[in-house]
């Protein structure tokens, strides 16, 4: 399978493609550096139109293989055919594994050297950490904490945590977990106590990329472990997910992007809001909102097996932090089960979720040339 030669098993695998794809291009490769960490974030634009089109990936870090192989693949097989009367109207940008960290060590978070803390960096942008008493609050999460963090994995909690689930999963509690926490630094989604190195450097790449003749801002982060996977048959699933009601214009407009060819996932809870804390898309469309921006993210799906996908993730996310607080390290068994959950080693699935990045390409270039 040619798609296959895209994907790596390291951070300095994925990096040195992307990097020699941008080279074939005959495009430059920029950098963001901080001091602090070793994993800069390399990025690369190509055309020069007031239209800007970000790709990011690696904001989960894990994640970030799928996002790399992607990125590399449209400049491999994509970009070279883009016309230069798309290229005078957009500038199309692509931000290279934005966690580094995480994705060198198979952890869809950064880890915090101060207190040891994992922070997920979707939990972590544009949130006011100066104002502590102020930090968004989840009551709910408090009450998942025990179960998921503070118990050995196995069958026993296994069985506890499907109890839960099936208890908790209408009165709010069980979404809970997901929607981001900053009182917890060993808790699930924890958003952190001060803004990340990384997502300082994010948010610089982005102020780069918007200029004062910029004209519109159509930014989409590639991510997986949302969805359904079967290793039987090769299949996987593709949606993308704005954080807006079904009728708000930012939905409509990727509706009309994408032109049915990707499902478009919306929020009808985000009426007054965002549902999630600290998320890059909602951040991106505050930071720059004097301008039309749209943000969404696409999820490629993981899920061998549907309905105990959910609950098998915050399975092997608590079970890392057990690991991490008990024994300063992660067992073999959990990080192999907490790899595997956004990360197939299955080539069917691979494969399969490269071709939905194909149909995204070719979504938006489609778009351009409208």
Request: aromatic share 10%.
């Amino acid at each position: 399978m040619d798609r296959l030669k895209y994907f790596s098993e390291n951070w300095y695998e994925a990096t040195d493609k992307f990097m020699d794809a941008v080279m074939n291009y005959s495009a430059d490769v920029l950098w963001c550096k901080h001091p602090n960490t070793i994993f800069s974030i390399p990025y690369t634009s190509i055309g020069g139109g007031p239209n800007k089109i970000v790709i990011n990936s690696g904001v989960h870090g894990l994640e970030g293989y799928f996002g790399s192989a992607a990125q590399t693949m449209f400049l491999d097989k994509f970009a070279p055919k883009i016309s230069n009367k798309i290229l005078d109207k957009y500038t199309i940008t692509l931000i290279h594994c934005i966690n580094g960290w995480g994705m060198q060590n198979r952890m869809r978070e950064v880890r915090d050297n101060d207190n040891g803390a994992l922070v997920d960096l979707n939990r972590n942008f544009g949130i006011d950490f100066s104002r502590s008493a102020e930090l968004p609050q989840n009551a709910k999460y408090k009450l998942t904490h025990n179960l998921l963090v503070n118990t050995p994995g196995g069958r026993d909690k296994l069985q506890k945590i499907i109890t839960f689930y099936r208890i908790n999963k209408d009165n709010g509690v069980w979404d809970s977990i997901k929607n981001g926490q900053y009182y917890e630094p060993c808790g699930l989604f924890y958003g952190g106590n001060k803004t990340t190195d990384e997502a300082k450097m994010t948010l610089h790449i982005y102020d780069k990329i918007i200029t004062d003749d910029t004209k519109s801002l159509i930014s989409i982060g590639l991510h997986t472990g949302l969805g359904h996977f079967s290793r039987s048959m090769g299949q996987t699933t593709c949606e993308l997910l704005v954080s807006h009601p079904a009728q708000h214009a930012k939905t409509q407009k990727f509706r009309e992007i994408l032109n049915g060819t990707i499902p478009v996932t919306y929020d009808n809870q985000a009426v007054n809001g965002p549902v999630l804390q600290g998320d890059l898309v909602d951040c991106l469309e505050q930071r720059y909102n004097n301008i039309p921006t749209y943000t969404a993210d696409i999820e490629i799906g993981t899920g061998e097996y549907p309905t105990l996908s959910p609950i098998l993730k915050r399975m092997d996310m608590g079970d890392a932090r057990y690991d991490l607080m008990h024994g300063n390290k992660i067992r073999p068994e959990t990080f192999k089960h907490l790899t595997e959950s956004w990360y197939p080693s299955d080539n069917g699935w691979r494969n399969a979720a490269l071709q939905h990045a194909e149909t995204l390409f070719s979504a938006l270039i489609n778009y351009m040339q409208r």
